[in-house]
Nanobody
Framework: QVQLVESGGGLVQPGGSLRLSCAAS????????MGWDRQAPGNQRELVAT???????NYADSVKDRFTISRDNAKDTVTLQMNSLKPEDTAVYYCYAFIATKGTHWGRGTQVTVSS
């Protein structure tokens, strides 16, 4: 069993910043890839950012140069620093972890609302 718990969502004004964190726990040896997806009302879920165990990162074009993903392999945590937030960033953000022997696991999500 693998559990992922997100934290750090909330309400922020346009141009503001938020930091999302996610901690993985359970029985596994190592996490290959961690990342964040998001889903806004009426929209499909979309990739936001991913990071491999080696530190390789990938970002959606819509968040490049504004969001930064990082992870702590020793603690099995991943963080998403979100700057210059826009109303269109409003969504539920989901953390995920891909473990080679156990597949992909998801957190329950955390709401991010960007509004004045």
């Amino acid at each position: 069993q693998v559990q992922l718990v997100e934290s750090g969502g909330g309400l922020v004004q346009p141009g503001g910043s938020l930091r999302l964190s996610c901690a993985a726990s359970g029985r596994f040896r190592s996490i290959t890839t961690m990342g964040w997806d998001r889903q806004a009302p009426g929209n499909q879920r979309e990739l936001v950012a991913t990071i491999t165990s080696g530190g390789g990162t990938n970002y959606a074009d819509s968040v490049k140069d504004r969001f930064t993903i990082s992870r702590d392999n020793a603690k099995d945590t991943v963080t998403l620093q979100m700057n210059s937030l826009k109303p269109e960033d409003t969504a539920v953000y989901y953390c995920y972890a891909f473990i080679a022997t156990k597949g992909t696991h998801w957190g329950r999500g955390t709401q991010v609302t960007v509004s004045s």
